[in-house]
């Protein structure tokens, strides 16, 4: 008997559900007909569904060239909108998503696929000592993702990645969850984990641009999202983990001023009052935050 490599798995055969291959692309002349076509290789039967996210250049006749579907939004949306553009046009089965640049290797995908049959949603792993971009962007995917593992208590090796696999039936009941910028694969990835599915970390190879095209990330635009998308996590995924210890902490710490003022002083300060006060609100108010997040990861039909 001989062993099929991975790479020449088909995902659709047997009884598994069609395969939709999802590619966001803004202004990736350069490089969507190649990503298209090796999609197209690697995992033939697939629908191939690029979402044009208000494009200048010829990003949608080269996709449509190339032999995928082509959906345009009028105006540039951001990743997340184009996500939810495709949840809204794909009936079911399972969807594979990479980025339009060129970065992602397509021969990954039927490794992602092949997972769903255990899984609920695979997210492709980056090297990140490997990964092309700047110390200061490496930095903040790990500070990302060491706080996202804190906060889900499971291990995220990458939290940020936009090549992944999942089922469409379960990500799209959070489709009012995704936001529509940049941060669809954290909030994909924090969702399905917080609310109980089953969530794979399966390696991938990244690549570098191709020469001429640029990222389009601005650093301090994107400074900005990430301390909002920070808070964003913390309030999405599970407050209590924040608030309470720091709620907490400011009692002892009214407690421990109280009883020295008493000893030293034989009175209270208005300090001690500030840390009751304040620690109780904390706590509270986290408590609130706590309950608004269990209503938002309740599933929707």
């Known amino acids: ?43 033939p039967a697939a629908r191939i569904l690029v979402i044009d996210d208000g494009s200048t250049d010829r990003t949608a006749i080269e996709a449509r060239n190339a032999g995928a579907e082509v ?26 998503v990479l980025d339009g640049d060129g970065q992602h290797d397509p021969g990954d995908l039927p490794r992602l696929l092949a997972r769903l049959s255990e899984y609920d949603l695979v997210v492709g792993t980056r090297t990140f000592s490997t990964e092309e971009g700047s110390p200061l962007r490496n930095f903040g995917n790990v500070i990302l993702r060491r706080l996202a593992s804190f906060l ?15 089922r469409h039936s379960i990500a799209a009941k959070f489709l009012h969850m995704y936001p529509n910028g940049y941060s669809f ?46 808070l964003r996590i913390i309030t999405m995924a599970n407050p209590n983990k924040i608030f309470f210890p720091v709620g907490l902490l400011m009692l002892l710490a009214g407690l421990a001023l109280t009883i020295r003022n008493l000893v030293l002083f034989s009175q209270f300060s208005s300090g001690t009052v500030f840390f009751f006060a304040g620690g109780t609100n904390v706590i509270f108010f986290g408590l609130i935050l706590d309950q608004f997040a269990t209503l938002r990861l309740q599933e929707r039909d």
């Open 71 to 96: 959906i345009s939004h009028p105006l540039n949306k951001g990743n997340g909108a184009c996500m939810k553009t495709a949840l809204r046009n794909i009936p079911g089965g399972h969807v594979a």
């Open 152 to 166: 889900v208590e499971q291990r995220i090796p990458d939290l940020t990645s936009g090549m992944r696999a999942f």
């Open 185 to 230: 694969p954290s909030t994909n990835t924090l969702s399905l984990i917080a609310a109980g599915y089953s969530v794979a970390f399966e390696p991938i190879q990244v690549g570098r641009r191709p020469p001429g095209s640029h990222s389009k990330l601005q650093p301090f635009r994107d400074g900005f999202r990430f301390i909002m998308f920070i």
């Open 1 to 43: 008997m001989t062993n099929t490599p991975i790479d020449r798995i088909d995902p659709l055969a047997g009884s598994d559900p069609t395969v939709t291959i999802v590619i966001p692309a803004f202004n990736e002349e350069q490089t969507i007909a190649e990503v298209v076509r090796s999609a197209k290789d690697h995992v």
